[in-house]
């Protein structure tokens, strides 16, 4: 595929590149600052998903404390309902004590102290259990302030590295606006039909717009070419592309005559 560059789109600033040679050469300077702005957005990608993934799991820790702040909750409220029925059953005791004090008759007797032992077999079982959980939260009370104290580590930490990343992040995009400052620079030195074209090759073509052809192959695709492309490129007469994969073509015409 060959780029004619008649007079019609022939650039008049003389500061413009005008041979296909060196057109070739701005083109190739074009795609050595596309790789350095390339290289900088992945960096940049992965300072952002690093973030992303501590943020995740700072929230995600957080979640657990809360949530275990809510059962500890729970567990404190059954707590005060055990005590409330514990002092239920005490009052009962109680009562069935003072009503033992009133008895006359052996078969009421008999009944009431029926009635006290299943009293206090409920106390016992209700103390226990009280006993049991009021551990339980003591426990689990223990537990969430050790984790509230490595949350506040991690968090210190996330924070310290947030900054620390923005920074970075800043930097980055600084030196991408000073990447894009040279680029148009250079850019503009090829008309701007030619830099649509190597635009639109380098997206489809993992940014590599501009390659060399070695030993009458593009280096792009591996293609062989024939004969007549590979003059014209070594000549370097006229800006020539790939057939196969459109890529621009540059060459060395001692390394080819001595291969």
Same mark, same amino acid.
């Given at each position: 595929?060959?780029?004619?560059?008649?007079?019609?789109?022939?650039?008049?600033?003389?500061?413009?590149?005008?041979?296909?040679?060196?057109?070739?050469?701005?083109?190739?300077?074009?795609?050595?600052?596309?790789?350095?702005?390339?290289?900088?957005?992945?960096?940049?990608?992965?300072?952002?998903?690093?973030?992303?993934?501590?943020?995740?799991?700072?929230?995600?820790?957080?979640?657990?404390?809360?949530?275990?702040?809510?059962?500890?909750?729970?567990?404190?409220?059954?707590?005060?309902?055990?005590?409330?029925?514990?002092?239920?059953?005490?009052?009962?005791?109680?009562?069935?004590?003072?009503?033992?004090?009133?008895?006359?008759?052996?078969?009421?007797?008999?009944?009431?102290?029926?009635?006290?032992?299943?009293?206090?077999?409920?106390?016992?079982?209700?103390?226990?259990?009280?006993? @049991?959980?009021?551990?339980?939260? =003591?426990?689990?009370?223990? &537990?969430?302030? /050790?984790?509230? +104290? $490595?949350? *506040?580590?991690? !968090?210190?930490?996330?924070?310290?590295?947030?900054?620390?990343?923005?920074?970075?992040?800043?930097?980055?995009?600084?030196?991408?606006?000073?990447?894009?400052? @040279?680029?148009?620079?250079?850019? =503009?030195?090829?008309?701007? &039909?030619?830099? /649509?074209?190597? +635009? $639109?090759? *380098?997206?489809? !073509?993992?940014?590599?717009?501009?390659?060399?052809?070695?030993?009458?192959?593009?280096?792009?695709?591996?293609?062989?070419?024939?004969?007549?492309?590979?003059?014209?490129?070594?000549?370097?007469?006229?800006?020539?592309?790939?057939?196969?994969?459109?890529?621009?073509?540059?060459?060395?015409?001692?390394?080819?005559?001595?291969?």
């Amino acid at each position: 595929m060959q780029t004619n560059l008649g007079e019609d789109t022939m650039p008049t600033n003389p500061a413009m590149a005008t041979s296909p040679h060196d057109i070739i050469e701005v083109l190739r300077k074009l795609q050595i600052l596309d790789d350095e702005i390339r290289e900088i957005r992945i960096r940049r990608t992965e300072r952002l998903d690093q973030l992303d993934k501590l943020r995740k799991v700072i929230a995600h820790m957080q979640r657990e404390i809360e949530d275990k702040r809510g059962k500890l909750i729970e567990a404190e409220t059954s707590a005060r309902i055990k005590l409330s029925e514990l002092d239920t059953e005490k009052d009962r005791l109680n009562k069935s004590k003072s009503k033992l004090n009133g008895v006359t008759r052996s078969k009421e007797y008999v009944a009431v102290q029926k009635e006290l032992e299943i009293i206090r077999k409920n106390l016992a079982t209700k103390e226990d259990e009280l006993s @049991r959980l009021v551990k339980a939260i =003591d426990d689990f009370r223990s &537990a969430i302030a /050790k984790e509230e +104290e $490595k949350f *506040a580590d991690w !968090r210190s930490e996330a924070d310290q590295a947030e900054r620390d990343n923005q920074a970075s992040l800043d930097s980055m995009q600084t030196k991408i606006t000073d990447v894009d400052v @040279r680029r148009k620079v250079i850019a =503009d030195r090829v008309d701007r &039909a030619v830099v /649509k074209r190597y +635009e $639109k090759i *380098a997206a489809v !073509r993992e940014g590599r717009a501009v390659v060399e052809m070695k030993i009458e192959t593009c280096t792009g695709c591996n293609m062989t070419l024939q004969p007549r492309f590979a003059e014209m490129v070594l000549r370097a007469t006229s800006l020539v592309q790939c057939p196969h994969c459109s890529r621009y073509l540059f060459g060395d015409a001692s390394a080819e005559a001595i291969a």
